[in-house]
């Protein structure tokens, strides 16, 4: 929580200015998960939700928890059984969204109803993480690279340059995407 990412230069689409997000009304359950998953008192989260301070990890954490939850009623919504429509065009049709549709990343401008499909850059895999991170290890071995673990999903990693004796750097991350997909990131460092 005390990493310098969480502090500064968020994407905006994590302070939605939705009415929803009323700092007024608290969702219990959201509140509870954050502070198991932090082990932290409630009270120490209320302070930072009151407080405004949208890029505390925390309050963070509360919001995309909610965000989750909705888009989860969103998706269950999508797939229930209904009666063919009498029409194609029928306006209940048209609202709905696609599932890949499904506010993941919210447009930075205020365009109304209007919505970014969720993109994954880098490479998805469905094998275990452990599996995936293993071929990264063989892979980063076999090309003669430098590398740090992090943690378990994280490396640094970086190649010197022959030439130049410049060390080019990059890092190596391991997201889940959902339930049995899997995305790793190479990310360029300075």
């Not at 890029?55 to 919504?77: A, C, F, G, S, T």
């Not at 004796?165 to 889940?176: C, D, E, P, T």
């Amino acid at each position: 929580r005390e990493h310098e990412w969480f502090k500064q230069d968020l994407p905006k689409y994590l302070f939605p200015e939705d009415p929803s997000y009323s700092s007024t009304m608290i969702d219990d359950e959201a509140l509870k998960e954050v502070c198991e998953k932090f082990e932290c008192a409630e009270e120490e989260v209320l302070s930072y939700l009151y407080s405004q301070n949208h890029q505390d990890p925390l309050v963070v954490v509360y919001h995309l928890i909610i965000d989750n939850r909705r888009i989860m009623n969103e998706i269950k919504d999508f797939y229930l059984a209904t009666s063919p429509p009498d029409s194609f065009l029928d306006d209940h049709n048209l609202s709905r969204p696609h599932p890949e549709r499904v506010p993941f990343l919210v447009a930075e401008a205020p365009h109304q109803g209007v919505r970014r499909v969720k993109w994954h850059l880098g490479i998805r895999s469905q094998s275990r993480p452990n599996d995936i991170t293993a071929e990264v290890c063989q892979a980063i071995k076999q090309l003669d690279y430098e590398w740090k673990v992090v943690n378990p999903y994280y490396l640094r990693v970086r190649s010197k340059n022959p030439v130049t004796s410049a060390y080019s750097k990059m890092s190596l991350q391991l997201y889940q995407v959902d339930c049995k997909t899997y995305l790793l990131d190479f990310r360029s460092t300075d």
